[in-house]
């Protein structure tokens, strides 16, 4: 039996917003661990989110470059989960209506030939902070100057096929969020990030196979300056 492998790509990048989205704390890459956390990044008792409408506009521009629909309502939701540097104890995403819904983004390959990716969806959540492990003994540090900030999450249909397709649709992918001026997209800075759903299929079929999710895979592009709009 002959077996085909299929792809879908998450890909989270990181919005280039001067503050938070939906808070006015500062989203400056390098400062001091929690030098950039408000009260409402804190998740302190009693505050309240303000949405970032710049977020909003850098996610109406990328769906209108993948010729994507634009959602006419937003509305977010709590993904529940626990982890130390989710001081909710929740994500704010978009689940039912997200921003951008379907378009495409057609990417060429190495021999000359071009394939039509679509593109699911692509929602606005809010980061969660980080853990610190290197300089603490036996134990872990939490920074949360990251929690809170915007991100835009495009999922891709699983239409990959093979390595050398996802690696053109990410390049692709990073082409038009650089041109577009959305987003830095330094992977090693953690601007752009992909998560790679992998499964497989008896070649010709069509039904999906058990997926495997493997996080925070890199593609290594040339750095460029943190430009914040």
């Given at each position: ?10 890909v ?13 704390s ?16 804190c998740a ?37 989960y626990?982890y ?30 071009e ?21 603490f ?10 929690a ?40 090693a ?38 430009d914040?709009?």
């Open positions: 039996m002959e077996w085909e492998t299929v792809i879908g790509l998450e989270h990048v990181s919005l280039s917003t001067k503050s938070k989205l939906f808070s006015g500062s989203t400056e890459f390098g400062a001091q661990p929690n030098t950039q956390a408000s009260i409402f990044d302190l008792p009693g505050t309240l989110p303000v949405l970032n409408e710049e977020a909003l506009r850098m996610a109406v521009r990328f769906g209108v470059a993948i010729g994507a629909e634009i959602g006419k309502r937003s509305v977010f939701d709590r993904k529940n626990f130390p540097d989710l001081p909710k104890g929740y994500q704010v995403t978009q689940l039912d209506f997200p921003t951008v819904g379907k378009g495409s983004l057609t990417v060429t390959l190495a021999d000359g030939s394939k039509v990716i679509g593109v699911t969806r692509a929602h606005i959540e809010e980061n969660a902070g980080k853990s610190l492990h290197e300089e003994s036996g134990m872990s540090g939490i920074d949360l100057n990251r809170g900030e915007p991100l835009l999450e495009i999922v891709s249909e699983p239409e990959i096929t093979c390595a050398e397709e996802a690696v053109a649709y990410l390049k692709k992918l990073h082409t038009i969020i650089r041109y577009l001026d959305i987003s830095d997209a330094i992977m800075q953690g601007s752009m990030r992909c998560d790679v759903n992998v499964s497989i299929r008896p070649k010709g079929t069509t039904e999906l196979g058990t997926r495997a999710e493997i996080k925070n895979c890199l593609l290594y592009t040339s750095p460029s300056p943190r914040r709009g």
